[in-house]
T-cell receptor, first 114, second 113 residues
């Protein structure tokens, strides 16, 4: 069975600073990989996804993520954080052919300070 | 295009009661998934329906059940509520392919007293 680890529960960054959120997965092959964001009291919104091809993927709101097969990682990055980026971020995996059974990480809560 | 609609937004129940939550997917989407979100356990997959058939099921007791109607709307039922069932229940819809993204509703916040 696949699993996802997000080692950082909380991260605090200053507005304008760069951001990297870590995600490691466990699966026999390369799964489909996703990053979602959840604002307080809301559902989740997709930031970006990877399932093949270029290992650096661009998403919405200026986010990008890099897939590294050797490290089983899919870290999310943003060069300059805005106050509106404060939210909870979830890494997720789906087994190819696994329909829509999505396994989520435990999430990283991002706080942005002025 | 209207988004995923979940009703009700908030529910308060007592132990032993049962509850039914509703989810209307985005028009044209045939897959509906349900997730339970709690501070301690995070997002846990409950089940997924596609064209009225349950395709996937998570590790929840049989008190948790669901169904999907011919118009793709879905309901989730929890019987004999326990305090630990207090959670945000999220519904998501998609085309049903594994590589496709999920569109989430805002959830139903269930409190069991």
């Amino acid at each position: 069975a696949q699993s996802v680890t997000q080692p950082d529960i909380h991260i605090t960054v200053s507005e304008g600073a760069s951001l990297e959120l870590r995600c490691n997965y466990s699966y026999g092959a390369t799964p489909y990989l996703f990053w979602y964001v959840q604002s307080p009291g809301q559902g989740l919104q997709l930031l970006l996804k990877y399932f093949s091809g270029d290992t650096l993927v661009q998403g919405i709101k200026g986010f990008e993520a890099e897939f590294k097969r050797s490290q089983s990682s899919f870290n999310l990055r943003k060069p300059s954080v805005h106050w509106s980026d404060a939210a909870e971020y979830f890494c997720a995996v789906v087994a190819p052919g696994g329909y829509q059974k999505v396994t989520f990480g435990t999430g990283t809560k991002l706080q942005v300070i002025p | 295009k209207a988004g995923v609609t979940q009703t009700p937004r908030y529910l308060i129940k007592t132990r032993g009661q049962q509850v039914t939550l509703s989810c209307s997917p985005i028009s044209g989407h045939r897959s509906v998934s349900w997730y339970q979100q709690t501070p301690g356990q995070g997002l846990q997959f409950l089940f997924e329906y596609f064209s009225e058939t349950q395709r996937n099921k998570g590790n929840f007791p049989g008190r948790f059940s669901g169904r999907q109607f011919s118009n793709s709307r879905s309901e989730m039922n929890v019987s004999t509520l326990e305090l630990g069932d207090s959670a945000l229940y999220l519904c998501a819809s998609s085309s049903g392919q594994a590589e496709e993204k999920l569109f989430f509703g805002s959830g139903t916040q269930l409190s069991v007293l």
